[in-house]
């Protein structure tokens, strides 16, 4: 009853082979359409390479970026250098002139510039009294009582001076301005007129906030284009004929990291497309599988990543490369049913008698091989992480109808290109692949020596992956996970020159901590300050509002009305030029305390709310002995972040930055990696069941994917690759497709023993050559698939590549060599066996 459905897709082929190619190709220009974006289908499928797009929407950093992005608007930045090595002051005249038009770009996501600081140096000379030491303003009052009183008694005729005359209070005075001078810091030294400018070269910078997410490519584009199109029509030249404009900060490396991403999909699918093509002409020796199997995937890979646009939205830097994985992957179940369908039409099978055959024959092979394919997909779909989950969508999407096609649209082809022009086997073109030939020498001309090598293979990995696991094998280097950059790029130069000039509060790239009060934010500070010991090396400065306002301001307050006082009553008493010196600092009438709704917006902006107040923000730096690339700091970082609590708060409060995104990222890994490795265990164990009646085949098959598993975890260990965010994925996934390899070895050979006449050794050596060749030629292509993965500059893409590489080439020769080796030995011996090498008739036949 099985049987049937392939008996009448055969026939159905056979009569209305274009109705099968037409609908095919109906469904893929659908899913192209899906993936273009087409008005009323969507936008199309893009791709996000910002981190966030892996983790859940309710992943603790991400709702907490969406929180503080929505209370205080962008927190990417577009940093912006101008620099002139001829003319500075060109360059801050060309800032002071774009800045206002880059403010009124707001329907681009622009929601503040930072450009300059003048107006707060301006704001500290103002409140010069307020930002003066209090203990200085206690000896001034003191100077200016002791001179009122000498004043005073030098006025009285009868005055008889005996005493030395108490010190020139100008010196004293002058120790205001001394105190602004040090409130401002070193403001005034580092950023001259208050522009952002480099120590060392005539450079200027400036940051665009924005609202527009690192992964959001057009959006990011738009407001490039238009902040080039204001300086067009300043005209840069004008200013400076040497004056240069570039472009960096989170905005443009994500954008680096989304370009580098798109160009490197576009090489590995046209790359992976190429050497598949390649390796099956080298398999088949002629043309005709070429164009087969080309038109046979291009509808389902459309309508794969048609449907993806439906489901996940956007690729993520998990998920991009999937065209070629599902190129090198779904290519798999065609090229078993296109190789059954040579061997068939070469034993002399006419064309409708070898559609029966290949429809029939390989179906459960190939079905089982890409079910448990997409179970290992699958299990990465039960979890929350979205570089799990998304790319399980979209591979066990692509499995399945990739494997459709090859009983669909793949015989509905061959039909086609048989009417066409028939098949012909002459004699020069029946010689058989030497794929299978080379493995059955191999296998089953020297089976103990095989099972020894592999047995000594075996102990050697688990030797290594127990030391590989005691050591901890997690990547925390974070700098082997981002593409590498020329150290000339743009973006490069723009991040080395900002390194010179701002903080971590200045360029976002601290922890931002959102507290419910000020007051909150004030404790949440004291406590960081008071359990620095508790969090050794955990973080470094601790920035608020609070760094911005005159401290002490309440005892400062009387003795500032004292000074007032004083200065007014000693001035008829001076010279005219110490009269001047108090006029320049006589402290205001209605001197008042100094809040964060006074503090100008140039400095106050990275703590302002939509709704304009000020003072739950405050930004935890990160220690400048440490490592922020480090992994474990990284953790200690954002874990000291959020060990804080409001009263009454049962969680931490809100915390955005890159840390916490990381930190995220790897325990999202640790929670849900070993579920979807148990969940694709458990589904092929079942899937191997319902397989095989057989318990020993089922037993043989399960334990030649584990050692296959085995010995590639054993060569990752012993190249001392190590596991991060992106390669965890190949363990899950494996389960799959190295059960694939084993799943169709094994069922050729149960099918060969069900024949009539055939005996174990004759069953083990026709699996090998047959399927095994066509299962060497599937597990190249695939191998082809994710090698191509090595044309990103991401090196987190490229582990993941050579992690999946290496799995399929463990997987393979443990497939059809100790798989073969291990049936070989375990088979009854007849008394006159067949001679192992290949006989003359088989070196001659064409597959």
Same mark, same amino acid.
């Given at each position: 009853?099985?049987?049937?459905?392939?008996?009448?897709?055969?026939?159905?082929?056979?009569?209305?082979?274009?109705?099968?190619?037409?609908? +095919?190709?109906?469904?893929?220009?659908?899913?192209?359409?899906?993936?273009?974006?087409?008005?009323?289908?969507?936008?199309?499928?893009?791709?996000?390479?910002?981190?966030?797009?892996?983790?859940? #929407?309710?992943?603790?950093?991400?709702?907490?970026?969406?929180?503080?992005?929505?209370?205080?608007?962008?927190?990417?930045?577009?940093?912006?250098?101008?620099?002139?090595?001829?003319?500075?002051?060109?360059?801050?005249?060309?800032?002071?002139?774009?800045?206002?038009?880059?403010?009124?770009?707001?329907? /681009?996501?622009?929601?503040?510039v930072d450009w300059n600081i003048q107006d707060f140096q301006d704001f500290v000379d103002h409140n010069g009294h307020l930002y003066a030491e209090r203990e200085d303003l206690e000896a001034i009052r003191d100077t200016l009582s002791a001179r009122l009183e000498y004043e005073r008694a030098r006025a009285n005729p009868f005055y008889i001076d005996l005493d030395d005359a108490p010190p020139d209070p100008r010196e004293t005075i002058d120790r205001i301005r001394a105190d602004a001078e040090t409130a401002r810091g070193d403001m005034q030294a580092r950023f001259p007129d208050g522009y952002f400018q480099h120590p060392r070269r005539n450079l200027i910078l400036f940051a665009v906030h924005t609202s527009i997410r690192g992964g959001e490519l057009a959006e990011t584009e738009a407001l490039v284009t238009a902040i080039r199109a204001a300086a067009d029509d300043l005209d840069m030249s +004008?200013?400076?004929?040497?004056?240069?404009?570039?472009?960096?900060?989170?905005?443009?490396?994500?954008?680096?990291?989304?370009?580098? /991403?798109?160009?490197?999909?576009?090489?590995?699918?046209?790359?992976?497309?190429?050497?598949?093509?390649?390796?099956?002409?080298?398999?088949?020796?002629?043309?005709?599988?070429?164009?087969?199997?080309?038109?046979?995937?291009?509808?389902?890979?459309?309508?794969?990543?048609?449907?993806?646009?439906?489901?996940?939205?956007?690729?993520?830097?998990?998920?991009?490369?999937?065209?070629?994985? $599902?190129?090198?992957?779904?290519?798999?179940?065609?090229?078993?049913?296109?190789?059954?369908?040579?061997?068939? &039409?070469?034993?002399?099978?006419?064309?409708?008698?070898?559609?029966?055959?290949?429809? $029939?024959?390989?179906?459960?092979?190939?079905?089982?091989?890409?079910?448990?394919?997409?179970?290992?997909?699958?299990? /990465?779909?039960?979890?929350?992480?979205?570089?799990?989950?998304?790319?399980?969508?979209?591979?066990?999407?692509?499995?399945?109808?990739?494997?459709?096609?090859?009983?669909?649209?793949?015989?509905?082809?061959?039909?086609?290109?048989?009417?066409?022009?028939?098949?012909?086997?002459?004699?020069?073109?029946?010689?058989?692949?030497?794929?299978?030939?080379?493995?059955?020498?191999?296998?089953?001309?020297? %089976?103990?020596?095989?099972?020894?090598?592999?047995?000594?293979?075996?102990?050697?990995?688990?030797?290594?992956?127990?030391?590989?696991?005691?050591?901890? %094998?997690?990547?925390?280097?974070?700098?082997?996970?981002?593409?590498?950059?020329?150290?000339?790029?743009?973006? =490069?130069?723009?991040?080395?020159?900002?390194?010179?000039?701002?903080?971590?509060?200045?360029?976002?790239?601290?922890?931002?901590?959102?507290?419910?009060?000020?007051?909150?934010?004030?404790?949440?500070?004291?406590?960081?300050?008071?359990? &620095?010991?508790?969090?050794?090396?955990?973080?470094?400065?601790?920035?608020?509002?609070?760094?911005?306002?005159?401290?002490?301001?309440?005892?400062?307050?009387?003795? !500032? #009305?004292?000074?007032?006082?004083?200065?007014?009553?000693?001035?008829?008493?001076?010279?005219?030029?110490?009269?001047?010196?108090?006029?320049?600092?006589?402290?205001?009438?209605?001197?008042?305390?100094?809040?964060?709704?006074?503090?100008?917006?140039?400095?106050?902006? %990275?703590?302002?709310?939509?709704?304009?107040?000020?003072?739950?923000?405050? $930004?935890?730096?990160?220690?400048?002995?440490?490592?922020?690339?480090?992994?474990?700091? !990284?953790?200690?970082?954002?874990?000291?972040?959020?060990?804080? #609590?409001? =009263?009454?708060?049962?969680? %931490?409060?809100? $915390?955005?930055?890159?840390?916490?995104?990381?930190?995220?990222?790897?325990?999202?890994?640790?929670?849900?990696?070993?579920?979807?490795?148990?969940?694709?265990?458990?589904?092929?164990?079942?899937? /191997?069941?319902?397989?095989? &009646?057989?318990?020993?085949? #089922?037993?043989?098959?399960?334990?030649?994917?584990?050692?296959?598993?085995?010995?590639?975890?054993?060569?990752?260990?012993?190249?001392?690759?190590?596991?991060?965010?992106?390669?965890?994925?190949?363990?899950?996934?494996?389960?799959?497709?190295?059960?694939?390899?084993?799943?169709?070895?094994?069922?050729?050979?149960?099918? =060969?023993?069900?024949?009539?006449?055939?005996?174990?050794?004759?069953? !083990?050596?026709?699996?090998? =050559?047959?399927?095994?060749?066509?299962?060497?030629?599937?597990?190249?292509?695939?191998?082809?698939?994710?090698?191509? !993965?090595?044309?990103?500059?991401?090196?987190?893409?490229?582990?993941?590549?050579?992690?999946?590489?290496?799995?399929?080439?463990?997987?393979?020769?443990v497939a059809v060599l100790a798989l073969p080796a291990t049936l070989f030995l375990m088979a009854p011996r007849a008394p006159s066996p067949r001679a192992v090498v290949p006989t003359e008739d088989a070196q001659a036949s064409n597959v």
């Amino acid at each position: 009853m099985m049987n049937r459905l392939p008996e009448k897709l055969a026939r159905w082929q056979l009569e209305r082979p274009w109705a099968f190619v037409l609908v +095919s190709f109906v469904l893929g220009a659908i899913g192209l359409a899906l993936v273009v974006g087409v008005p009323g289908l969507g936008d199309g499928l893009t791709l996000n390479s910002d981190f966030t797009a892996m983790l859940p #929407r309710s992943a603790q950093s991400v709702r907490d970026l969406d929180e503080i992005s929505e209370r205080f608007g962008g927190q990417t930045a577009l940093v912006i250098t101008v620099e002139s090595e001829s003319d500075l002051e060109a360059a801050q005249r060309f800032v002071h002139d774009i800045v206002p038009r880059i403010r009124e770009m707001r329907d /681009l996501k622009v929601s503040a510039v930072d450009w300059n600081i003048q107006d707060f140096q301006d704001f500290v000379d103002h409140n010069g009294h307020l930002y003066a030491e209090r203990e200085d303003l206690e000896a001034i009052r003191d100077t200016l009582s002791a001179r009122l009183e000498y004043e005073r008694a030098r006025a009285n005729p009868f005055y008889i001076d005996l005493d030395d005359a108490p010190p020139d209070p100008r010196e004293t005075i002058d120790r205001i301005r001394a105190d602004a001078e040090t409130a401002r810091g070193d403001m005034q030294a580092r950023f001259p007129d208050g522009y952002f400018q480099h120590p060392r070269r005539n450079l200027i910078l400036f940051a665009v906030h924005t609202s527009i997410r690192g992964g959001e490519l057009a959006e990011t584009e738009a407001l490039v284009t238009a902040i080039r199109a204001a300086a067009d029509d300043l005209d840069m030249s +004008s200013y400076a004929g040497d004056l240069e404009m570039h472009f960096g900060g989170t905005l443009i490396e994500a954008q680096y990291e989304t370009e580098s /991403l798109v160009a490197a999909v576009r090489n590995a699918t046209i790359l992976t497309v190429a050497l598949v093509m390649l390796a099956i002409w080298v398999f088949f020796l002629r043309i005709r599988p070429i164009p087969l199997l080309t038109l046979a995937l291009v509808p389902p890979v459309l309508l794969t990543f048609g449907i993806a646009e439906l489901t996940v939205d956007y690729l993520n830097a998990s998920s991009a490369f999937l065209s070629a994985i $599902v190129v090198g992957n779904g290519i798999n179940p065609n090229v078993i049913w296109l190789a059954r369908y040579f061997e068939a &039409r070469r034993e002399g099978q006419t064309l409708e008698q070898a559609l029966h055959t290949c429809n $029939v024959g390989t179906w459960k092979g190939t079905l089982t091989a890409s079910l448990a394919a997409g179970v290992a997909y699958g299990s /990465l779909m039960t979890t929350d992480y979205r570089g799990f989950r998304d790319f399980g969508i979209v591979g066990g999407t692509g499995m399945l109808l990739c494997w459709i096609a090859a009983y669909t649209l793949l015989p509905a082809l061959t039909v086609v290109f048989e009417r066409w022009r028939p098949l012909e086997f002459t004699r020069a073109k029946r010689y058989k692949g030497f794929y299978g030939v080379l493995f059955a020498r191999i296998a089953l001309g020297s %089976p103990r020596a095989v099972l020894v090598g592999s047995g000594i293979l075996t102990l050697l990995s688990a030797g290594l992956v127990v030391w590989a696991v005691a050591n901890d %094998p997690l990547e925390y280097d974070y700098r082997n996970l981002r593409s590498d950059r020329d150290p000339d790029s743009e973006v =490069e130069q723009v991040l080395e020159a900002s390194r010179e000039i701002l903080d971590d509060t200045s360029s976002g790239s601290g922890l931002a901590v959102l507290a419910p009060s000020r007051a909150a934010a004030i404790g949440f500070r004291d406590y960081l300050e008071t359990h &620095r010991a508790d969090y050794p090396n955990a973080y470094g400065e601790i920035t608020s509002v609070e760094d911005l306002l005159p401290t002490d301001q309440e005892a400062k307050l009387p003795i !500032i #009305r004292e000074l007032r006082e004083l200065m007014l009553e000693i001035r008829p008493h001076v010279d005219a030029e110490l009269q001047a010196t108090i006029d320049e600092r006589m402290p205001p009438e209605d001197v008042a305390a100094v809040t964060p709704a006074d503090l100008p917006q140039s400095v106050a902006r %990275p703590f302002t709310e939509r709704d304009g107040s000020r003072g739950r923000l405050l $930004v935890i730096e990160h220690n400048l002995e440490e490592n922020n690339w480090d992994g474990l700091y !990284i953790a200690r970082w954002a874990a000291a972040a959020r060990s804080l #609590r409001a =009263e009454g708060a049962d969680g %931490p409060p809100p $915390v955005a930055g890159t840390a916490v995104v990381f930190s995220d990222l790897m325990q999202q890994i640790w929670d849900d990696g070993p579920r979807a490795i148990g969940v694709a265990f458990l589904a092929t164990v079942l899937l /191997l069941t319902v397989t095989f &009646r057989r318990h020993k085949t #089922r037993w043989l098959t399960l334990a030649t994917l584990l050692v296959g598993i085995l010995w590639m975890a054993g060569t990752m260990a012993a190249f001392g690759m190590r596991l991060n965010f992106l390669n965890f994925v190949a363990f899950p996934i494996t389960f799959g497709n190295g059960a694939d390899y084993g799943v169709n070895v094994m069922r050729r050979y149960s099918d =060969e023993l069900q024949r009539a006449g055939a005996g174990p050794i004759d069953a !083990i050596r026709s699996a090998v =050559e047959g399927t095994g060749g066509a299962v060497i030629l599937c597990s190249l292509t695939t191998i082809i698939g994710y090698i191509s !993965i090595y044309t990103s500059s991401n090196q987190a893409l490229n582990s993941f590549g050579a992690a999946m590489a290496i799995s399929e080439a463990t997987c393979l020769a443990v497939a059809v060599l100790a798989l073969p080796a291990t049936l070989f030995l375990m088979a009854p011996r007849a008394p006159s066996p067949r001679a192992v090498v290949p006989t003359e008739d088989a070196q001659a036949s064409n597959v």
